[in-house]
């Protein structure tokens, strides 16, 4: 049933990608909040089913985290009323998706320590970010290409507050993480890979907010700065737990 669900959400979310090139904005709202609802509906089941949120292995961060890109994106389309973010959103979002498909959907016993709400909204909080961080970066493309001042006013305005939110969304994660941490390990910081790069992730996005107050860094810089930060999201979320030793499995 749950696959199913994402399917039919996967089918609806490329009609949606596909109304674009059209221009047709309306079209895009009705097929993708449609296959949100699909989507939300399959993370309830999800929920439902292994008795947690839905958080606990690759399969189900990977759900996570499409639907998450496709609702900060979607909350830009409503608030704006233009879809440019969604040719790249979008089809990372439909990526992730289609890579969670393909991955074991076997439900992961719950260890002990994660058996918290810190867990929940450290891991809630993070992935969050990281889709905020991703639509920062849609919006920082599409601004470095749009031919209009207004335009790119408007796409600047997308970037900087994306990453904002993006930010405070991972500092929860960070704060929620170092005290599930100490639950779980009796340490509020361990000397890991994940762990590390969190770090990374946390100080890179706090230098671009404090680079839009310096002249020389405004518009296009901070542009780059935000798409290059996105290879470091990826690289924290898959790229540490794929090619190092973590005591984060995820």
């Known amino acids: 049933m749950i696959s199913g669900l994402c399917i039919a959400s996967f089918i609806l979310y490329l009609l949606g ?7 047709k904005v309306t079209a895009y ?3 993708t909040t449609a296959g949100l609802l699909l ?3 399959a993370l309830v089941m999800r929920t439902i089913e292994v008795g947690h949120a839905p ?3 690759r399969y189900e961060t990977l759900l996570f985290f499409s639907w998450a890109i496709i609702l900060t994106n979607l909350l830009v389309v409503y608030r704006y ?14 990526l992730i998706l289609a890579f969670s498909m393909m991955s074991s959907d076997a439900i992961t016993p719950m260890y002990p320590a994660l058996k918290t709400i810190w867990f929940e909204i450290h891991v809630t909080s993070s992935f969050a970010g990281y889709a905020l961080f991703t639509l920062a970066m849609a919006a920082a493309v599409i601004f470095l290409i749009s031919p209009d001042s207004e335009a790119s006013k408007t796409f600047s305005d997308i970037n900087n507050k994306a990453v904002l939110w993006g930010f405070i969304l991972f500092s929860l994660s960070m704060y929620s993480g170092a005290i599930w941490g100490y639950l779980a390990w009796g340490a509020y910081w361990l000397w890991e890979p994940k762990m590390l790069w969190s770090f ?5 996005y706090a230098g671009i907010l404090h680079g ?3 002249k020389d860094w405004r518009g296009r810089p901070v542009a780059y700065l935000t798409i290059a930060g996105f290879g470091i999201v990826f690289f924290t979320y898959l790229g540490v737990s794929i090619l190092m ?4 499995k995820l």
Request: no cysteine; net charge positive; charged share 10%.
């Open 17 to 23: 990608i596909f109304s674009i090139p059209l221009k």
């Open 29 to 31: 709202k009705v097929f």
């Open 39 to 41: 989507h939300t509906t």
């Open 55 to 57: 958080m606990a292995n």
């Open 81 to 94: 009323r233009i879809a440019n973010t969604s040719v790249i959103t979008t089809p990372l979002a439909l």
């Open 200 to 204: 990374i992730l946390w100080f890179y």
């Open 212 to 214: 839009r107050y310096v």
């Open 245 to 248: 030793q973590s005591s984060h």
